[in-house]
């Protein structure tokens, strides 16, 4: 039938889309480095600007230290922790996932990562119970599969490695998130190196290091040892961290680095 004969009503009709809301989430990440290098910070940073082309990252990330005395941490024993908003989780997920498969080092016995993904949905149900986790990993030792059945019945999506210890600190990582309002903190800011330079000595100007020291001290704190006239915040490990300053506030961090050369 041609349209001069049809005789049906014509119209163009305007589709309103549906808006949906970003969806919260935070995001908790453990043990991807080892002895002989990597810094499950660097991963955390990097993925804080990668994120971003997904949603937005709500709060300053979180590094959480645990127990010190566990023997098969790697290094520090320290979990990260960030809080996103975002119109695609499952985009986020798939990327950390990535992420951690790329730069973790599986390789190393003790490294066994882990990462959890807290919706929004379960953040009420889950505050109280992963604040006493939290408290339990900075105090005591906690089994992997206490970690793994905590995931289970929460039903929380996550993604372990080998055996999966790192879900452990991740877990915790987001239990202080959950509970921020909670936890003293100070600030750290942490500067990396170039990816080619990892594992080779690093080259300082160390006098502006004491320099940054007696512009903000007592503010920042473990920066130089005046007595022994040492540089203690640049690691000696093959690790990508270039030298971390800490201090009260990120303004008097900001300031220390910005004397540093």
Known sequence: ????????????????????????????????????????????????????????????????????????????????????????????????????????????????????????KAYEKLKPVLRNFLEKAVKEVIEIEEAKSLISESGVPSKGFKNGRGLIGALAACGAMLNLEEWDHTFEYLAYRQKEKWGTPRKIEKESFFEADRNTYPDTWDTVDLKNRLVVCVPHSADPVLFGIRGKNPAVVTKAVSLIS
């Open 1 to 120: 039938m041609s349209n001069e004969n049809c005789n049906c009503p014509k119209h163009i009709w305007k589709i309103k889309r549906q808006k949906l809301e970003p969806k919260k989430m935070i995001i908790g990440i453990d043990d991807t480095d080892s002895n002989e290098g990597m810094c499950t910070t660097y991963l955390g940073a990097l993925l804080l600007d990668e994120l971003q082309a997904y949603g937005t990252v709500e709060t300053r990330p979180l590094l959480i230290r645990l127990n010190p005395t566990i023997p098969y941490k790697t290094r520090g024993n320290a979990a990260v922790a960030m809080k996103l908003k975002t119109d695609c989780p499952e985009k986020v997920i798939a990327h950390v996932v990535s992420r951690i498969e790329e730069f973790a080092r599986i390789e190393c016995e003790k490294t066994n990562p882990g990462a959890v993904f807290i919706p929004e």
